[in-house]
């Protein structure tokens, strides 16, 4: 038998945060859809899962307001009432709350008007507004007052809420070796360049090989600058990937970096993935240029050995 569907209603004060919070959700996993008429929430209910759901329904969020059609909060608090009675959903709400003065200044600075003050001052409209959803505050069983958060601070607040399992998963880690001479990767977060270690390249014997090769990385890893320089990127990747976890960053991109490609970037970038494989990550390894013909004219005159 499967698990009852959680849906959590979004509501509250306009200028409170609604958007910040239905995108965090976005960005946990969850299914968000804004001003949905609750009406039309058994036909989405009904609609098929989409691909790759492999029959997993994700939990819903429902984003509501006075900007949503036929809203009416004392027939929405019914129909929430109606769907947690007589069907298998799980439903919450959640209502966001804020001081009227904070929200006439975030109008204020926005240059935005207040749904329902569109040719009066905003106090007016906020006003009217928290008397029209008073209903809603009374009955919703999770309420955040967002006067003091702004969207960084409030988005943080739903991930400690709701994302404990995308926390415990954090970022997805992708470590990619590019060559300079062909571009930096569009979506890189972190870029660290190996241009500084001798080129195997230039050996004639380890030319046609590439990092992946033991000789070439032999070759490589001999470098007296290598070690120094690779173990202190991973202790700054140790350092800085629970902080993006902790911030919620849902990507990080690794790129690691030398002439062409073929040799320093892509063993440098295999030992750093193995790195964070050892510290607990899942991390994506592309190796971009790995298969481009090697070429003396992108490599540049060949430094002195440092054998």
């Given at each position: 038998m499967s698990e009852p569907q959680?849906?959590?209603i979004i509501t509250g004060m306009s200028g409170a945060g609604k958007s910040t919070v239905l995108k965090t959700l976005e960005d946990l996993g969850w299914e968000v859809v804004d001003n949905l008429p609750l009406t039309l929430l058994d036909r989405l209910l009904d609609t098929p899962l989409p691909?790759?759901?492999?029959?997993?329904?994700?939990?819903?969020?429902?984003?509501?307001?006075?900007?949503?059609?036929?809203?009416?909060?004392?027939?929405?608090?019914?129909?929430i009432r109606h769907l947690s009675e007589s069907t298998a959903l799980r439903v919450g709400t959640m209502f966001l709350d804020c001081a009227g003065t904070e929200l006439a200044r975030r109008y204020a600075e926005t240059r935005r008007r207040?749904?329902?003050a569109q040719d009066r001052p905003a106090q007016d409209g906020i006003a009217r507004e928290r008397e029209l959803l008073r209903p809603l505050r009374d009955f919703a069983n999770r309420l955040i007052d967002t006067t003091d958060l702004n969207a960084h601070a409030l988005g943080l607040q739903i991930r400690s809420t709701f994302g404990a399992v995308a926390a415990a998963e954090g970022p997805v880690l992708t470590v990619t070796s590019f060559g300079f001479a062909r571009g930096l990767p569009r979506?890189?977060?972190?870029?660290?360049d190996m241009r500084f270690l001798r080129n195997p390249h230039w050996v004639p014997a380890l030319k046609p090989g590439t990092g992946l090769d033991p000789d070439v990385a032999a070759y490589v890893a001999g470098d007296p600058?290598?070690?120094p320089a690779v173990s202190r990127i991973e202790e700054l990747l140790a350092l800085l990937l629970p902080r993006y976890r902790a911030e919620g960053k849902s990507y990080v991109s690794i790129a690691i970096g030398c002439t062409g490609g073929r040799h320093r970037s892509v063993h440098v970038a295999d030992r750093i993935a193995?790195?964070?494989?050892?510290?607990?990550?899942?991390?994506?390894?592309?190796?971009?240029?790995?298969k481009a013909a090697p070429q003396d004219s992108l490599e540049g005159p060949p430094a002195a050995r440092q054998d």
């Open positions: 959680d849906i959590l691909a790759g759901a492999d029959g997993r329904r994700v939990p819903l969020a429902v984003g509501l307001g006075v900007r949503t059609r036929d809203f009416d909060p004392d027939r929405i608090v019914e129909r207040h749904p329902l979506d890189a977060d972190l870029v660290f600058a290598y070690e193995r790195f964070l494989c050892d510290a607990g990550f899942s991390p994506t390894v592309v190796h971009r240029d790995l």
